[in-house]
């Protein structure tokens, strides 16, 4: 019999939004398919708020002002033979941390949707006890980081070839995709939708999104846009206030709305008519899953990069490196039909919509004392 009051724990790191949401999703997974009561437990928010506060101002003004460092840092951390003993010596301070979080309740598994906490907790699990951790992958190729023996299992985009590593057998990937909500994967229709926000459906809709820290060159991409007539463009601006604020003073004559955070993101996504975006691995899961082709501008070095390549190779979306192809690309999916539907088609082909509770059954059914699922997968 499973143990009700046991509590899986969900470990995430609230420094791009992508890795809070997965949590939260695959929480509300497991509240609905199972008789566990979650954790979503934010390992930043441990931190003193002055480190809080270093962190987060370093990583934006590196990935804002440098990206050739983040690129440095990404590759270096990749080296995990280089990596290890850097990582022993972090890993030893977040002790007792790590203790409080999951001693304090029983936890028959726990879950990380961070790279970062994967590896510090497998550190911890190998100094400690023998909890039960799994990687969720957030974006669509796997950083060797989270690779370590005491990881039980990984489960990954589907994109990509399962990665080398003598100390993980094969057995410990699973290909389910990245999960995203249920309501996310349910198609509608684009003029229903754009009634419900309030949008002409006689205009194409371009949406311009830049994670939940709003970054992207929202100057650029719209000087681009104003060359097309009769369009709305709609900015996501995440949390980052100011650039809303800047967003609202561009002055251009287009159609331009400024939407900051927002739960009806999903709902946006399907009324668009096209999606701007830089790579992020969430976003672009859940484009893949509806009928708004994408075009990928700027991603973000590192991760970002990767998940845009992936993408251009199976032609699932458009990579544009400059203002004229990205010009191009918009005119190209907005006007050439026979186009548009191709990317489309090859975005279908990759979607996983099942990811979420593919995943949860399959940790379900790997943990001991499990019962089976009483929610049907369609609830």
């Not at 499973?2 to 609230?14: C, D, E, G, T, W």
């Not at 997965?22 to 566990?36: C, D, F, G, N, P």
Request: one cysteine or more.
């Amino acid at each position: 019999m499973v143990n009700i009051k046991a509590q899986p724990l969900l470990l995430h790191a609230s420094i791009g939004y992508g890795h809070t949401k997965t949590a939260h999703v695959l929480a509300a997974e497991i509240k609905r398919s199972t008789q566990y009561q979650p954790e979503v437990v934010d390992l930043f928010s441990s931190l003193p708020v002055w480190q809080q506060t270093m962190i987060r101002k370093s990583y934006f003004t590196i990935i804002g002002n440098t990206p050739f460092l983040w690129d440095v840092c990404y590759r270096y951390t990749s080296q995990t033979k280089k990596s290890d003993l850097w990582f022993e010596r972090l890993a030893r301070p977040l002790y007792d941390t790590f203790n409080q979080i999951i001693l304090k309740s029983h936890r028959p598994f726990i879950l990380s949707t961070h790279v970062l906490i994967t590896r510090l907790l497998a550190t911890w699990i190998k100094w400690s006890s023998k909890n039960i951790l799994y990687h969720i992958s957030t974006d669509f190729k796997l950083h060797s980081l989270a690779l370590h023996p005491q990881v039980s299992g990984y489960f990954l985009s589907g994109l990509e070839a399962f990665p080398p590593h003598t100390d993980v057998p094969s057995s410990c990937y699973y290909s389910y995709g990245i999960p995203i909500e249920h309501s996310e994967c349910r198609l509608q229709n684009k003029d229903v939708l754009k009634d419900r926000l309030g949008l002409s459906r006689n205009k194409p809709v371009i949406m311009v999104a830049g994670g939940g820290e709003g970054i992207a060159r929202y100057e650029e991409i719209i000087k681009v846009l104003n060359s097309i007539p009769q369009i709305t463009i709609l900015c996501f601006t995440g949390i980052n206030q100011r650039l809303s604020l800047k967003v609202k003073q561009l002055g251009f004559e287009q159609d331009i709305q400024v939407i900051p955070f927002t739960h009806k993101f999903s709902m946006y996504v399907q009324a668009s008519d096209v999606l701007i975006t830089k790579a992020g691995g969430l976003t672009l899961a859940h484009a893949l899953t509806v009928t708004t082709p994408v075009v990928i501008y700027q991603p973000l070095p590192g991760q970002e990069i990767e998940n845009a390549l992936l993408l251009k190779e199976k032609k699932a979306a458009i990579l544009a490196e400059d203002q004229s192809q990205l010009y191009k690309a918009v005119h190209t999916v907005l006007f050439n039909k026979e186009k548009r539907s191709l990317y489309l088609k090859h975005a279908q082909a990759l979607s996983k919509p099942d990811a979420t509770s593919q995943i949860i059954q399959q940790i379900i059914l790997e943990t001991p004392g499990h019962e089976p699922f009483f929610a049907p997968v369609d609830a």
